[in-house]
T-cell receptor, first 115, second 113 residues
Framework: AQKITQTQPGMFVQEKEAVTLDCTYDTSDQSYGLFWYKQPSSGEMIFLIYQGSYDEQNATEGRYSLNFQKARKSANLVISASQLGDSAMYFCAMRGLGSNYKLTFGKGTLLTVNP | EAQVTQNPRYLITVTGKKLTVTCSQNMNHEYMSWYRQDPGLGLRQIYYSMNVEVTDKGDVPEGYKVSRKEKRNFPLILESPSPNQTSLYFC????????????FGDGTRLSIL
């Protein structure tokens, strides 16, 4: 079974500062992918970043980076230079890449960026 | 424009009245999936499909049916809806299983009275 845990229901950050959103996971799959999505108050789901379990380097996409620690089973999202538009719900998700192709989401973290 | 289209966007109905939420994608994607989103629970996968005529259960399949007769369409069927199926539903697709992110529809808000 797959499980994603996001322990921070809510986070606050000052504009222009960096923030880390935590995500830990559990899976029996040897090969898997980790995703982060953003859901603004308007409701749409926006893909941010992907990390494969065999990728040797941490993924980066603009101001987003993924701090992947395989031994600790963590895949934290780091947002640098926060902007007011970053205020949203953030979801960590995992999909097995072997025989199980379910996509499992965490419960989310609500990020508020203060001016 | 590449998109995933869900209909209806909003529906209020009554217990036991069969309903179908349609989902269509125009990107020739193989993988399609349905999720429900409830406050405090995140998104939970209902069913997914690897390709035409290939479907499998997600984490919360009870009370739902799906079919994948054509590559572009993946309808979600509630044969006998109940109030605990009141939720926000998302359809999503990706080209393959793997690193490709899911493209999400705009969501369907269902209220079952």
């Amino acid at each position: 079974a797959q499980k994603i845990t996001q322990t921070q229901p809510g986070m606050f950050v000052q504009e222009k500062e960096a923030v880390t959103l935590d995500c830990t996971y559990d899976t029996s799959d040897q090969s898997y992918g980790l995703f982060w999505y953003k859901q603004p108050s308007s409701g749409e789901m926006i893909f941010l970043i992907y990390q494969g379990s065999y990728d040797e380097q941490n993924a980066t996409e603009g101001r987003y980076s993924l701090n992947f620690q395989k031994a600790r089973k963590s895949a934290n999202l780091v947002i640098s230079a926060s902007q007011l538009g970053d205020s949203a719900m953030y979801f960590c998700a995992m999909r097995g890449l072997g025989s199980n192709y379910k996509l499992t989401f965490g419960k989310g973290t609500l990020l508020t960026v203060n001016p | 424009e590449a998109q995933v289209t869900q209909n209806p966007r909003y529906l209020i109905t009554v217990t036991g009245k069969k309903l179908t939420v349609t989902c269509s994608q125009n990107m020739n994607h193989e993988y399609m999936s349905w999720y429900r989103q409830d406050p405090g629970l995140g998104l939970r996968q209902i069913y997914y499909s690897m390709n035409v005529e290939v479907t499998d259960k997600g984490d919360v399949p009870e009370g739902y049916k799906v079919s994948r007769k054509e590559k572009r369409n993946f309808p979600l069927i509630l044969e006998s809806p109940s109030p605990n199926q009141t939720s926000l539903y998302f359809c999503a697709s990706s080209l393959h299983v793997g690193a490709e992110p899911q493209h999400f529809g705009d969501g369907t808000r269902l209220s079952i009275l």
